[in-house]
């Protein structure tokens, strides 16, 4: 089993930055893809930005040159860190994993999600 554990969510006024972080803990033989997915009230969860495959990155368009993932592989962690916020981005923060225990398939984890809101 693995669990992802997040911080970092918080209040901040519209301009300025938070940075969240994610730890994975378990039975980890690789990791395959991990990153952050947010969901506004009233709509669907999207990718913010994550890992592919390799030392691939992908970023949703709204966040681009604002937004940055980096990760500590040794840790399995992963960093964003968020500047120029908006409103906007007012959402709940889900990290994700995609984990190979080593035996088996991959299998898809989620952390409890930290909340992350803008005011203007």
């Known amino acids: 089993q693995v669990q992802l554990v997040e911080s970092g969510g918080g209040l901040v006024q519209a301009g300025g930055s938070l940075r969240l972080s994610c730890a994975a803990r378990?039975?980890?033989?690789?990791?395959?893809?991990m990153g952050w997915y947010r969901q506004a009230p009233g709509k669907q969860r999207e990718l913010v930005a994550a890992f592919t495959s390799g030392e691939s990155t992908n970023y949703t368009d709204s966040v681009k040159g604002r937004f940055t993932i980096s990760r500590d592989s040794a840790k399995n962690t992963v960093y964003l860190q968020m500047n120029s916020l908006k409103p906007e981005d007012t959402a709940v923060y889900y990290c994700y994993a995609d984990v190979y225990p080593g035996w088996g398939t991959n299998r898809d984890f989620w952390g409890q999600g930290t909340q992350v809101t803008v005011s203007s």
């Open positions: 378990g039975i980890i033989f690789t990791i395959n893809a």
